[in-house]
């Protein structure tokens, strides 16, 4: 397993983004992606309701309850590994949610910039 698999966006170790709900796309608490995860899980955001309603509007109902993936359906202030190209079409959309950067993934820095992460920093992090 190479270093960069457990590496964050700032260069240090890749800490969980959460365990309740348990996400990550292989379901471990981390952003980590690797083979089959075509949607690159990589951002650790803390969702607002804003953005997930901004989220379904685009087709991607975050807030919906699906057990047959394991998916409970996320709540305002929830944490959970978003698709690196979804955060960004927020971006875009002027909707983005915070990101923790400690725990996103530094392959996200393939689609995004590290300065628009740290613009959407969580608060606790923002100085870092």
């Known amino acids: 397993m190479s270093e960069s698999v457990r590496t964050n966006?700032?260069?240090?170790?890749?800490?969980?983004?959460?365990?309740?709900?348990?996400?990550g796309f292989y379901r471990d608490g981390y952003c980590r992606t690797g083979p089959g995860d075509y949607g690159l899980h990589t951002v650790c955001i803390e969702a607002t309701a804003e953005f997930l309603a901004f989220s379904r509007a685009a087709g991607n109902d975050l807030s919906t309850p699906m057990p047959?993936?394991?998916?409970?359906?996320?709540?305002?202030?929830?944490?959970?590994?978003?698709?690196?190209?979804?955060?960004?079409?927020?971006?875009?959309a002027g909707m983005a949610p915070a990101v923790v950067l400690s725990a996103t993934h530094i392959s996200a820095l393939e689609f995004v910039s590290l300065e628009d992460l740290q613009r959407h920093a969580v608060k606790e992090?923002?100085?870092?």
């Open 125 to 128: 992090e923002a100085g870092g």
């Open 9 to 23: 966006v700032l260069g240090g170790k890749l800490l969980p983004c959460c365990f309740s709900p348990m996400t």
């Open 68 to 92: 047959q993936y394991q998916f409970p359906g996320l709540q305002p202030g929830d944490r959970w590994c978003l698709c690196v190209t979804r955060w960004k079409e927020a971006l875009e």
